[in-house]
């Protein structure tokens, strides 16, 4: 199921998938997810959805997607950090300008989606995030 689409996933693993594999990208997704899971206080139910691709279903696994985007910088006071994401992706697209700027898009497009709720303004920016790539036909985690 492509229900989830992690922004985190969208600027970073895909420019990671040049060197490194899709079992290496996975690991270190599954790693970021269950640290952020334990200081968060989510279950390891909440990891699986994650894992799986299915969309938060409670607290806990909206706030492992919280914290996963604010320990890259790409979430801040519960906005898209746009400057931060066009820095994260310049890093993981090698400097590819088209890259970096269909990344500074998607930020872009996501830029008034908040909440005051952290995990809630991230579930739902991430949301933005899965469809805004879905009608630019950018591959998602499953494809990687």
């Known amino acids: 199921m492509k229900s989830f689409i992690v922004l985190v996933v969208i600027f970073c693993a895909i420019g990671l ?19 952020c899971a334990a200081k968060e206080g989510a279950s390891s139910a909440d ?3 994650l894992v799986v691709h299915k969309p938060a279903s ?16 790409m979430i801040k006071d519960n906005h898209v950090d746009i400057d931060s994401v066009a820095n994260v992706a310049a890093m993981a697209f090698d400097g590819n300008p088209s890259k970096i700027q269909v990344a500074k898009d998607l930020a872009n497009e996501c830029a008034d989606v908040t909440d005051d709720d952290r995990c809630e303004a991230a579930a739902k920016i991430m949301e933005c995030g899965q469809n805004a790539a879905k009608t630019r036909g950018i591959i998602t985690f499953d494809d990687l």
Do not use: H, P, W, Y
């Open 17 to 35: 998938s040049e060197c490194m594999t899709k079992d290496q990208r996975v690991e270190l997704f599954v790693k970021m997810a269950n640290e």
């Open 47 to 49: 990891v699986d959805e």
């Open 58 to 73: 409670s607290k806990g696994g909206k706030c492992i997607r919280a914290c996963m985007a604010e320990n890259i910088g």
